[in-house]
């Protein structure tokens, strides 16, 4: 080392010692020179923090352009300790320092680095099963969207530039809990208004979480037309394996605009999908009625090559509008290591059910437990009875695991056996590494009320329309947001109170003290011919919360009566849960990010026909930089004045007749 560059990199280091040292916040702790012996020697900084490549698969490496690496240079003296047999470990350094499994995630992280991501979202038709969809919204000219990667402690930075024709759009950062930047959470009319065709937003937060996730539009229905995509954090596992395999994002998917059936759907009832489609990749035998011997160009389907002996990380994620999945793979068994964001104690299975929302990080090892003749296995995405709704059965082998690339013949594999109901994973298989004790409730309310999920006519403005029309309610109406005026900016609202439609709950309390929500679905929540009376996956954003209960028996009433049932150490923890037909979900969640946060359905005709609700927490601490406030305040008033001028509407109409749906 040159001697000026020596000089330039100590001063650098003795002054992020004694100032701003970079893990101040987490496991750092700073030493009083107090009473020491100096000695008159110079003293070499601590190496530069290690720059290393997740595990990609050797032979299946993405492109320089998608490729990242991890970069911890300004974690001096710290090393990586991550490797195909030390998974639970990430970085270790000086005094025994570690970040591992065992991290407590939630108070303490690494000191990476800011990822930048430009999405640009445009429309575009798209062909993914070989019929063509005319109204496709997809971000850079791709669905899925581009995989955005960071690695456990950095800062993400990505900015939306919204080329639509007729639709605002806000992005939302699936299961990230925002910590402290409630307005980075991409919800419209709860955190922030719509981009405006035309204009640009750019979110800024950082990944205190590790695991697989995916973002998407929480504008209306646009996820369910393609605004998608999956998101990577790297960090540590709670197994071991040798390689990971990009994220698979499995979805039902139509060939009609969601937009076009929603037209119907609150008469006429969900509609039905189509086809399923993993990794944006899908078959569908469609034959012309006047071009019988013409049929369409078939994909190729979803398919990856594995070596034998070798133990590949699966991240399953369920994008879908309407179906929850059960995945697996013909002659394996699969090891379940990650649900949502939590690590959990691995557990053995031969399926995996994933709930529109959910994720599941799991192992599968290139060993078959049944041989098949030709070393090609189906991976199967079986809708899960009673969470799906498709006119005609689909086909649910939608990849291929092969052994041999050179093998190019469909698999003739047989199917595992195992049940189709739909249920989430076993309530007792999930078991969080890093244990939480839940305290008692804060909220009074909790112990006697619960949240009612249910079918309701409601009419009248807002509604659109507004003669009566079945919709969907879980606290006082079907939800109905405004566009132009987003819960954030409306702290304090008229009056002392918010309009029912608006769902707003109002929680202060302590901070960490404990949340409690309990939400109910009775056996005959439906409507014949419209709404069936399925599960429900109902997701909370600004949190993982811990699941105190998930029972398929009728709720008794009160708290009181089930408290000594509801499990309070070590819950199973995540972000997104099915609620059982005629049963109850009671989960607790601390009072530590202060902000409007979406409680909501995720099956997307539900969430449009109002089945969600608002916690507003601690909102007397909630704290937006000057910055971030000022491009708050911006993109409503650009949003104000495009959505003001009614020739920029689809239907050139009036503002009023704009909206026909919940908005999220």
């Known amino acids: 080392m040159h001697l000026l560059d020596f000089w330039l990199e100590y001063l650098v280091y003795f002054l992020d010692v004694v100032t701003f040292s970079p893990l101040s916040h987490n496991l750092s702790s700073q030493q009083s020179l107090q009473g020491q012996n100096v000695v008159a020697e110079v003293i070499r900084p601590p190496k530069k923090g290690p720059i290393f490549a997740p595990p990609y698969p050797p032979e299946d490496t993405p492109p320089p352009d998608v490729a990242i690496k991890c970069d911890y240079s300004a974690m001096r003296g710290w090393e990586l ?78 900015t939306i530039r919204n080329n639509l024709w007729y639709n605002g759009t806000t992005i939302h950062w699936h299961g990230l809990r925002q910590w402290n930047t409630v307005e980075m959470d991409g919800v419209n009319a709860v955190t922030q208004c719509p981009i405006a065709p035309g204009e640009n937003f750019t979110y800024t937060f950082q990944a205190l979480q590790y695991g697989s996730s995916w973002y998407h539009s929480h504008y209306s229905l646009q996820y369910a037309d393609g605004l998608a995509g999956p998101i990577t954090i790297y960090g540590p596992s709670s197994a071991n394996y040798d390689h990971a395999i990009e994220p698979i994002l499995m979805t039902d998917w139509n060939h009609r605009s969601a937009f076009q059936d929603w037209a119907w759907a609150p008469d006429f009832g969900a509609p039905s999908m189509t086809n399923i489609l993993l990794n944006g990749k899908g078959r569908y035998n469609y034959t012309h009625p006047k071009h019988p011997n013409l049929p369409i160009g078939q994909p190729e389907r979803y398919s990856k090559v594995i070596e034998r002996g070798r133990r590949y990380l699966l991240r399953l994620i369920n994008t879908s509008l309407d179906t929850a999945f059960i995945f697996s793979i013909d002659g394996h068994n699969v090891t379940v290591i990650g649900a949502d964001f939590v690590p959990i104690e691995p557990y053995d299975t031969n399926s995996v059910l994933v709930a529109i929302g959910q994720r599941y990080h799991v192992i599968v090892e290139a060993n078959p437990i049944v041989e098949s003749p030709d070393d090609n296995y189906w991976m199967r995405t079986t809708p899960a009875d009673g969470c799906s709704t498709f006119g005609t059965w689909p086909d649910t082998k939608t990849g291929v695991i092969r052994y041999d690339s050179r093998n190019t013949n469909d698999p003739t594999s047989s199917q595992n056996r195992f049940p189709t109901a739909c249920s989430d994973e076993p309530y007792e298989s999930l078991v969080p590494k890093l244990p939480w004790t839940v305290g008692p409730p804060a909220n009074e309310e909790a112990t006697n009320g619960s949240y009612f999920v249910h079918l309701v006519n409601s009419e009248g403005p807002p509604y659109h329309p507004s003669t009566p029309t079945t919709r969907w309610s879980a606290y006082q109406d079907p939800l109905w947001l405004n566009f132009g005026e987003p819960t954030i900016r409306n702290l304090d609202p008229a009056g002392g109170s918010y309009p029912r439609y608006l769902d707003v709950v109002t929680q202060d309390h302590a901070e960490n003290s404990w949340i409690y929500l309990v939400i109910t679905l009775s056996k005959g929540t439906g409507k014949p011919g419209v709404f069936k009376p399925g599960g429900h996956p109902m997701h909370l954003h600004g949190h993982d919360f811990a699941l105190l209960a998930q029972s398929h028996d009728p709720y008794p009433g009160s708290l009181d009566q089930i408290k000594d049932t509801l499990k309070t150490n070590n819950p199973p923890r995540r972000d997104v849960a099915l609620l059982p037909r005629g049963g109850y979900l009671v989960i607790a969640f601390k009072a530590d990010n202060p902000g409007p946060w979406l409680l909501h359905c995720h099956i997307a005709w539900h969430a449009s026909g109002g089945l969600a609700f608002q916690i507003l927490e601690n909102k007397d601490k909630i704290s937006i930089s000057p910055e971030n406030q000022l491009a708050m305040n911006q993109t409503c008033e650009k949003w104000d004045k495009w959505v003001g001028d009614v020739e920029n509407h689809w239907n050139n109409k009036t503002v009023s007749d704009f909206q026909d749906d919940s908005g999220i």
């Open 81 to 158: 300790c991550n490797g195909a047999d030390d998974r639970d470990c990430w970085l270790k350094g000086p005094e025994g320092k570690k970040f591992t499994i065992d991290t407590d995630y939630e108070h303490n992280w690494p000191t990476g680095i800011k990822r930048t991501y430009i999405l640009d979202v445009s429309e575009m038709a798209l062909a993914p099963d070989g019929v063509c969809m005319p109204y496709g919204k997809v971000f850079n000219g791709s669905y899925p969207g581009p995989w955005i990667q960071a690695c456990w402690g950095d800062e993400i930075e990505v």
